[in-house]
């Protein structure tokens, strides 16, 4: 997956000079140790800019796997200028605990919390993972935000990055350079 979205990567950032684009990496590939050596080799055969365009999204479920190696590999892939992003947090394997041990840019928030939304418990967890990652000085984003009305909720509640159908719809590579200049 990672190397297709090498080969778009130019084209779309001659759109979007300042895109990040977000690829999901598995724990499985993270816990190899040539990983990051071979996504690393890959950069390196493109223009060095692109990697700041990088984003890698790495799932709770790499709490599983050899974490001092995933450690590793992640500080190696953001000493390159990549992003590290963990995605559907707040399912599966959550652990505050755990943030600590990898290092990471952005928690991605899953869905399920904008699914619940009218929830005052959901909604004082939404605002504590504001809080939470204002203090880490990381990113906040919160997925599958799908209505206007789920939009402003959450800007309500302090959430200035969203993700999902409210915005776009999943493009084809074709679809998304024929919208530049147009995407948010």
Not at 125 to 151: D, W, Y
Not at 152 to 162: D, I, M, N
Request: charged letters at 15%.
């Amino acid at each position: 997956m990672w190397q297709q979205v090498l080969t778009d990567l130019p084209a779309i950032v001659a759109c979007w000079p300042e895109v990040r684009v977000a690829v999901n990496v598995s724990g499985v590939e993270l816990s190899r140790p040539e990983f990051a050596a071979n996504l690393s080799q890959r950069i390196g055969t493109s223009p060095a800019e692109l990697a700041r365009h990088l984003e890698l999204e790495v799932t709770e479920s790499v709490f599983h796997h050899d974490v001092p190696t995933v450690r590793q590999q992640l500080q190696t892939l953001r000493a390159l200028g990549l992003t590290v992003a963990i995605d559907d947090f707040g399912t599966g394997q959550s652990s505050l605990s755990r943030l600590h041990l990898l290092p990471f840019d952005k928690i991605k928030m899953d869905r399920s919390f904008v699914q619940a939304l009218d929830n005052p418990m959901t909604q004082a967890i939404i605002e504590a993972m504001v809080h939470l990652t204002r203090s880490f000085s990381k990113n906040l984003v919160v997925e599958g935000v799908e209505t206007p009305a789920q939009l402003e909720h959450l800007a309500q509640l302090g959430c200035k990055t969203v993700q999902g159908y409210v915005l776009s719809a999943p493009l084809a590579l074709p679809q998304l350079l024929a919208q530049s200049g147009k995407l948010y």
